[in-house]
């Protein structure tokens, strides 16, 4: 929003275009649509988009939409001879190459065909082409120059101009010169916001950069070379590259660079130390994350283990003490459900660690999902001889006693939120939160892409993230989903044969998993597709969203848990089944899981906190692992993330 507010005080003080382009406003009204709207200027909801890019989340009575008026939409002019011929868009087809095939400007072939001005050529549409008069000769050398560079140019697009933006961070975004920056708009001297430029179609993906502490532009001279850049600026030539992705391609002369400012350049040079100190410990925790730890051959410290248990059965809304309330209570009352789940998978692991020595007390607390309950059952029981709180679930219930047992130092562990929590020293959570899950799948694909070619699907409601991908690949096609969904026009055009895509999909909107899965399952027949998310959210569940589909295309994303192997987790399995008739869902297998890490750990050092400096690195059991770090606000984090596939035959498995 704070970006389409500029625009619009842009557009207030600055209406002309150089190039012909105008704009106005359009004040919504009662049971108006941007699709409506759209036909009544005569333009498409596509441009409407364009200049208003928050009217896909919906638009609001009385306000404001910019409209694009077109002096190139006016109907031919008077006195001029042209015929038009009707041209059936072949695959592969571009305006460039329908220019070159019928000798017509690109921005003849938009002006008989508007919408092109706001969308892209579709393959199998049919355009218009003009016919007759040609573009007379240029009058003048300087004019021959600008014609040549435009021909070097070919596809275009418009470009808004914003408060305080330069020559030199438009020419660079746009991977062109500041020279031939202004071929392609003769006629504007002096840049203003909100007139329209003419640019190159070949974007980088990274903002303008209007003001920067830390970098300034360089436009490169004649004979200059990246070596030579590099002494110049003191850095090195893949920085270089890093900085400017257009060096890609080539150096040119004229070419507007990004380097680091004299004073950035010294800070850098003092802050070398501390940074490889940085990496240094940095390389230590990804080591230590990947050592695996068998808690069973550390087991020292055969002291019975207190553990106490806060969970919500929410027992005091069973009215009466009979067999068929609790039966009632059980199939209505979820929380409960997963409570007893829990609950029942916990007391496998308190019977299994006694098998292995290890002796402990269970005290079970009913929270009823109330943060003053939880103060009465500690002010109310003697919790000074406690190794270890597990639970409660939810985090207002957590911070409670978190915040109450903090001054004796008991642990308490946080089964299933994923929310991040106030830092109490005494906290854990044992469940990854949303962003560690999002950095954890960053981090496999930063690692892992190589050579892939990089398609990024994202909607509006996954800016960030969006931004995050395209700061780790800044070459990569983006596509942005048009009315909830996705066209298999616009995939197949992102798409390549000879390498292996990978297809990074953000969204939560039915229409758009839905379109992009099924598109991509049909076009995986001919090439190698992966599709991969960093949010696998309940969307994915939904009926519309073919499985097949999904495991056709290897969905890779991250998980707090894995599927347990039958074969590893038999004895767990068969010995729950016999117990309780049903076999362990994951709030089973989570209670599990959780308290024997728990008790062993407490069996292997003098308490939960040395535990961690006595065994460093991660623990695993059927389905989750545990790897917690202590922040540095105080409280411990499970940064333990899987990478899963799903696999052709439907079943997942973890991605080393």
């Known amino acids: 929003m704070r970006y389409l507010l500029v625009l619009f005080f842009a557009f207030q003080l600055f209406t002309a275009s150089a190039i012909g382009q105008e704009y106005k406003y359009h004040e919504i009204k009662p049971g108006e649509t941007v699709y409506s709207i759209a036909k009544s200027y005569n333009i498409s909801e596509e441009a409407i988009y364009k200049y208003n890019p928050d009217a896909r989340n919906g638009i609001e009575v009385s306000s404001k939409l910019v409209i694009p008026i077109s002096q190139a939409k006016a109907s031919t002019k008077a006195g001029e001879d042209v015929s038009f011929r009707t041209h059936k868009v072949a695959r592969k087809e571009t305006l460039y190459s329908l220019s070159k095939q019928y000798e017509v400007s690109i921005e ?28 007379k000769a240029p009058a003048s050398s300087e004019r021959r120059v600008n014609t040549d560079i435009k021909n070097q140019i070919p596809d275009t697009r418009e470009h808004v101009v914003l408060p305080k933006e330069t020559k030199y961070g438009i020419a660079r975004k746009y991977g062109l010169t500041v020279k031939e920056l202004e071929a392609l708009n003769p006629k504007v001297d002096v840049l203003q916001p909100g007139i329209m430029l003419r640019v190159g179609t070949k974007v980088l993906d990274q903002p303008v950069i209007l003001t920067d502490d830390k970098f300034e532009f360089y436009e490169v001279q ?79 410290n055969y002291k019975t283990k207190v553990i106490s248990l806060m969970l919500p059965f929410n027992l005091h809304k069973i009215e009466s003490d009979s067999i068929h309330d609790y039966k009632m209570a059980i199939e209505n009352e979820r929380i409960l459900r997963i409570s007893l789940d829990f609950y029942g998978g916990a007391l496998m692991a308190v019977e299994e660690a006694k098998e292995l020595g290890i ?133 197949d055009e992102s798409l390549v044969e000879e390498r292996e895509n990978w297809v990074v999909l953000e969204s939560s909107s039915v229409g758009v998993i839905s379109s992009v899965t099924s598109g991509l399952n049909r076009l995986a027949r001919d090439r190698d597709i992966t599709l991969l998310t960093t949010d696998k959210n309940s969307t994915y569940d939904n009926f519309n969203v073919s499985n097949n589909h999904l495991a056709r295309l290897n969905l890779h ?70 790897y917690y770090i202590k922040g540095d606000r105080g409280g411990y984090h499970n940064e333990a993330v899987y990478i899963m596939r799903l696999n052709e035959d439907l079943t997942l498995s973890t991605v080393e």
């Open 359 to 491: 002796s402990s007390s269970l005290r079970t607390y009913d929270t009823r999902q109330n943060a003053g309950e939880v103060v009465n059952i500690i002010n109310t029981n003697n919790f000074d001889n406690v190794d270890a709180v597990i639970g409660p679930f939810l985090q207002s219930t957590t911070e409670a006693a978190a915040a109450r047992l903090e001054p004796r130092g008991i642990p308490v562990i946080n089964p299933l939120s994923n929310r991040a929590m106030k830092p109490f020293d005494n906290l854990f959570q044992s469940r990854p939160t949303d962003e560690m899950l999002r950095k954890a799948m960053l981090d496999y694909l930063k690692e892992n892409a190589g050579t892939k070619n990089i398609v990024i699907i994202a909607d509006g409601q996954a800016y960030q993230v969006k931004e995050q991908l395209r700061s780790i690949f800044p070459t990569a096609r983006v596509i942005t989903p048009s009315n909830g969904n996705i066209t298999a026009e616009n995939l």
């Open 557 to 626: 994303y991250p998980s707090v848990d894995r599927e347990y192997n039958r074969e590893i987790s038999r004895e767990f399995i068969e010995e729950y089944t016999e117990k309780y008739g049903v076999e362990p869902n994951q709030y089973a297998v989570r209670g599990y899981d959780l308290t024997l890490d728990i008790l062993l750990r407490l069996a292997s050092a003098e308490n939960l906190y040395a535990s961690f400096e006595d065994h460093l690195g991660y623990t695993e059991y059927n389905e989750n692992k545990f």
């Open 222 to 300: 004649p004979k200059e070379t990246l070596y030579s850049l590099s002494r110049r600026f003191e850095v090195a030539q893949d920085s270089l590259v890093a900085l400017n992705p257009a060096l890609e391609d080539g150096l040119k002369t004229g070419m507007v660079l990004k380097v680091p400012n004299k004073d950035q350049r010294k800070d850098d040079f003092a802050s070398s130390e501390n940074e490889i100190l940085n990496d240094r410990d940095q390389l230590e925790k990804e080591a230590l994350a990947s050592e695996k730890l068998d808690l069973e051959k550390e087991i020292r």
């Open 108 to 135: 003849d072939i938009k002006r008989y065909n508007p919408h092109l001005y706001s969308v892209e050529l579709r393959t199998g549409e049919e355009v218009r082409i003009p016919v007759g008069e040609r573009e």
